[in-house]
């Protein structure tokens, strides 16, 4: 049968003695009864680069493989379970998706690490292991002298995935979890409850314990970020609203964030902790796995939802943005909870939105932002967008470091070049770009939003920012396509080009 094939493909692969490296599953028809049913697509040796030529774009396939990562003188088998979503993967076939994959992955069983792609461009071997040497810490950081760009490096010389070392797990401590786990995470995903997000962390090694949860849709996943540090492991679950149609429907989004700070050793081990975590959590819509607080924002978190749904589409016009859902009669009032705490008590109380005015405005309680003369600023970006003026970009960045507060930075007309010239590498600074494309004989404006964050600003200035992320991007919206940079060769004229142009499908792809 297909399940037994299905079954032998993954034991081979988790079998250090067999030469099987990769395996996957995929839905035996396209359309159909047979498009809810899944087969064995096919398995073998040769690592990530033999399993992408396998992946037609019109297909959805989850896989695993089997890498190899060294941790000091010891190396350990790493498994990788991979979904490939197809960039022609009809919207139907996309939608339904969501509910499949907790199955999927209770049938595929644990891995160490989880990684979503849509293009050959996002999946190859050094991907892979860049991905896998970040959350373990086997990874060197290495300067490239001609470039000043920093990579990670790993231990381990050449692209063979094939496994020298079984990784040894006799001793490691058995995974458990107060009670208050399950139940928390019920009642975020429960409509009887009006939380929307919580934390798990750790208390010692390997027991978990509820850190932090609260209520309230906008801006949740800013709050949860807010105990996201680079010295600690955290697992979050978040409840998102999404409406496609006239219909509201609730979304849930599995978190797991390693700092990068975390201790190599213990980072090796949490990879025997995953699939059982993961099971805690599931079912969820889609997960997030990342060490990178630029990742964990509400925009980006709605973006994978919409991808997982068939809803996102890569092109401005019709594209469905982040609105949140209505709010029920009685506002949910922002609710944290630490793990010495009970269970949170239900809460119906409503908070104001401005406070008394003394002499002055009124001001917003809860501004994730304030801004130096605001209407100068949002006159500068109304420039950029006016076909009357030569203004064709506009920066702003924050008056002083761990503010706040916005102000202008420049504005002008001299292009890319001009603006670039303003990006320095202790400072950030968000952006608006104003360019054409041309598609036959016609010439049609664009807009992109840079995000720029330099090396060199401080952890706790990065680490604050995932909180006026929402804010910003509203300033600067509606765009094409977003860059975030925070090197001089992550933001170029071509890779601006070329973003715009696969967003608007008009990118030529040769082989």
């Known amino acids: 049968s297909q399940d037994r094939a299905a079954a032998d493909a993954i034991e081979d692969v988790r079998n250090d003695n ?7 599953i995929t839905y035996a028809s396209t359309s159909g009864a047979d498009s809810q049913k899944l087969k064995l697509g096919g398995s073998g040796s040769g690592g990530v680069s033999a399993l992408k030529g396998k992946l037609a774009d019109d297909v959805i396939a989850f896989a695993i493989v089997r890498v190899t990562d060294k941790i000091d003188d010891s190396v350990t088998v790493k498994f990788v ?3 490939w979503l197809g960039k022609k993967v009809k919207t139907m076939q996309k939608a339904r998706l969501s509910v499949h994959l907790g199955p999927v992955k209770a049938f595929m069983g644990q891995t160490h690490h989880d990684y979503t792609c849509n293009t050959e461009d996002e999946l190859s071997h050094e991907i892979i292991m860049e991905r896998v040497m970040g959350y373990s810490g086997s990874g060197s950081k ?17 692209a063979s995935t094939t496994s020298q070392v079984a990784s040894n797990r006799q001793g490691t401590d058995q995974l458990t979890f107060a009670p208050e786990v399950p139940a928390i995470i019920r009642d975020v995903k429960g409509d009887h409850s009006p939380l929307t997000w919580a934390v798990i962390t750790y208390e010692g090694s390997s027991h978990l314990v509820v850190h932090a949860a609260g209520e309230g849709e906008d801006g949740n996943v800013a709050l949860l970020t807010t105990y996201l540090t680079d010295s600690n492991v955290v697992y979050g679950i978040v409840r998102k609203t999404e409406q496609i149609d006239n219909s509201l429907t609730a979304k849930f989004v599995y978190i797991r964030w390693i700092g990068n700070s975390v201790p190599r050793m213990q980072k090796a081990k949490l990879g025997t902790h995953a699939g059982d975590i993961y099971n805690l959590f599931a079912p969820c819509h889609t997960s997030l796995d990342s060490p990178d607080l630029h990742e964990v924002t509400d925009e980006n978190i709605m973006k994978q939802i919409m991808i997982a749904s068939g809803t996102y589409k890569h092109v401005l016009e019709g594209h469905p943005t982040y609105t949140p859902a209505p709010a029920p009669a009685q506002t949910r009032q922002q609710q944290q909870v630490h793990k010495q705490d009970a269970p949170p008590k239900r809460m119906s109380s409503t908070h104001t939105a401005t406070s008394e005015s003394h002499g002055g405005p009124s001001k917003p309680v809860d501004r994730v932002v304030d801004f130096i003369d ?17 203004i064709n970009w506009v920066l702003v960045t924050y008056d002083a470091p761990q503010s706040k507060t916005l102000k202008l930075e420049g504005l002008g007309s001299g292009g890319f070049q001009e603006l670039k010239s303003h990006l320095r590498d202790d400072v950030v600074m968000y952006g608006l770009y104003r360019t054409t494309e041309r598609i036959d004989d016609s010439v049609t404006v664009k807009f992109t939003f840079i995000d720029w964050r330099g090396e060199r600003i401080r952890t706790m200035q990065r680490a604050k920012l995932a909180t006026h992320s929402g804010a910003i991007r509203t300033l600067f919206q509606p765009f094409h396509v977003d860059i975030n940079a925070t090197q001089d060769d992550e933001i170029t004229e071509q890779i601006i080009q070329k973003k715009i142009k696969s967003a608007a499908g008009t990118a030529v792809h040769v082989l």
């Open 18 to 24: 067999t030469p099987t490296d990769w395996m996957y």
């Open 81 to 83: 379970w991979i979904n």
């Open 142 to 158: 290495v300067i490239d002298n001609s470039t000043g760009r920093t990579t990670l490096k790993g231990q381990v010389g050449g």
């Open 374 to 390: 605001e209407e100068g600023i949002k006159q500068a970006i109304a420039e950029v967008r006016s076909d009357a003026s030569d």
